[in-house]
T-cell receptor, first 114, second 115 residues
């Protein structure tokens, strides 16, 4: 089955700096890659996703890039703010498959220092 | 629309007991998934239900079970609790028929502590 590795497990940046979180996946059939943000004590929420027919997607200060050949995808946050502090999870799935689940990475705790 | 609702939010049990957790999905969502969240292990898939049928189950022992009712509400049960079952149990619903694309809407979770 699919295996998703996520790095780093913790990341500390200064406010205004950029943050990059990287994930690799094992199943070449995976074609859907969402990112979820979980603030302390809150539920995970989808912040951005990308499908394998595109290489990059942006939404304001957040961008995701995908390299299908290398089987890795990354989350980029620019101009970080204290409210970006949270745990970020990447995930992968084969949207045409029948396993009916997302496989998540173990998460990255991002701390943005004022 | 109301979000995904999980009950109870917190519970404390002792080893050997059993527990039942409940999840009410967003109205109209027929797929309900359950995930176990522990520090350092991320979100581990437990099972997924659609129209009262379990379509997939993760790598958890048989002590973990679940079901879905005709109104899409779901319950999960853990029998013979062990200390290692202490975790946040998250339920998620989606209107995606295959549950593996599109947004998962999570509940706030049920935090189980086993003493």
């Amino acid at each position: 089955g699919e295996n998703v590795e996520q790095h780093p497990s913790t990341l500390s940046v200064q406010e205004g700096d950029s943050a990059v979180i990287k994930c690799t996946y094992s199943d070449s059939a995976s074609n859907y890659f969402p990112w979820y943000k979980q603030e302390l004590g809150k539920r995970p929420q989808l912040i951005i996703d990308i499908r394998s027919n595109v290489g990059e997607k942006k939404d304001q200060r957040i961008a995701v890039t995908l390299n299908k050949t290398a089987k890795h995808f990354s989350l980029h946050i620019t101009e970080t703010q204290p409210e970006d502090s949270a745990v970020y999870f990447c995930a992968a799935s084969n949207s045409g498959g029948s396993n009916y689940k997302l496989t998540f990475g173990k998460g990255t705790l991002l701390t943005v220092n004022p | 629309k109301a979000g995904v609702t999980q009950t109870p939010r917190y519970l404390i049990k002792t080893r050997g007991q059993q527990v039942t957790l409940s999840c009410s999905p967003i109205s109209g969502h027929r797929s309900v998934s359950w995930y176990q969240q522990t520090p350092g292990q991320g979100l581990q898939f437990l099972f997924e239900y659609f129209s009262e049928t379990q379509r997939n189950k993760g790598n958890f022992p048989g002590r973990f079970s679940g079901r879905q009712f005709s109104n899409s509400r779901s319950e999960m049960n853990v029998s013979t609790l062990e200390l290692g079952d202490s975790a946040l149990y998250l339920c998620a619903s989606t209107d995606s028929p295959l549950a593996n694309t599109g947004e998962l809407f999570f509940g706030e979770g049920s935090r189980l502590t086993v003493l």
